[in-house]
C-alpha cells in the first residue's frame, strides 16, 4: 500500500476514490518511563522511553488506518495527517490518530 502525505502521487493518477479511513491508539506511559523521563527533565537531553512509546502509538495507527484502506479495496492512502494529544485526568495517556483517502490509483 502507498502512503502519503500529499494529495496525489507523483506519475499515479487516482482512478477511485473510496473514503475517509482513520486509525487511533489511546496509549499510555506507565510510572517507570515518567520517572526516566523526570531524570531525564532534570539533566537533560531525549527521553527515549517517550520517543519508543510516540512511534509504537504512531504505528500502531497507521497499521489500523491501513487495514481498514485495505478493506476497502485501497492500494493507497493519500492526504494523511497524524494527530497526537495527551488525555485522561493527568495527562498521563497518549492519543494518536491519523486520517487519509483511501483510493485506487
Given at each position: 500500500?502507498?502512503?502519503s502525505t500529499t494529495p496525489t502521487i507523483e506519475g499515479q493518477p487516482i482512478q477511485k476514490?473510496?473514503?475517509?479511513?482513520?486509525?487511533?491508539?489511546?496509549?499510555?506511559?506507565?510510572?517507570?518511563?515518567?520517572?526516566?523521563?523526570?531524570?531525564?527533565?532534570?539533566?537533560?537531553?531525549?527521553?527515549?522511553?517517550?520517543?519508543?512509546?510516540?512511534?509504537?502509538?504512531?504505528?500502531?495507527?497507521?497499521?489500523?488506518?491501513?487495514?481498514?484502506?485495505?478493506?476497502?479495496?485501497?492500494?493507497?492512502?493519500?492526504?494523511?495527517?497524524?494527530?497526537?494529544?495527551?488525555?485522561?485526568?493527568?495527562?498521563?495517556?497518549?492519543?494518536?490518530?491519523?486520517?487519509?483517502?483511501?483510493?485506487?490509483?
Amino acid at each position: 500500500m502507498l502512503l502519503s502525505t500529499t494529495p496525489t502521487i507523483e506519475g499515479q493518477p487516482i482512478q477511485k476514490y473510496l473514503g475517509v479511513v482513520s486509525g487511533e491508539t489511546i496509549i499510555g506511559a506507565n510510572v517507570i518511563k515518567d520517572f526516566k523521563a523526570s531524570l531525564t527533565d532534570f539533566f537533560g537531553g531525549r527521553s527515549g522511553s517517550y520517543e519508543r512509546t510516540v512511534a509504537e502509538a504512531k504505528n500502531t495507527s497507521l497499521n489500523e488506518m491501513t487495514d481498514r484502506a485495505a478493506s476497502l479495496g485501497a492500494n493507497a492512502i493519500v492526504g494523511i495527517d497524524f494527530d497526537f494529544e495527551t488525555i485522561g485526568a493527568s495527562n498521563s495517556m497518549l492519543m494518536v490518530s491519523c486520517t487519509g483517502t483511501a483510493v485506487i490509483i
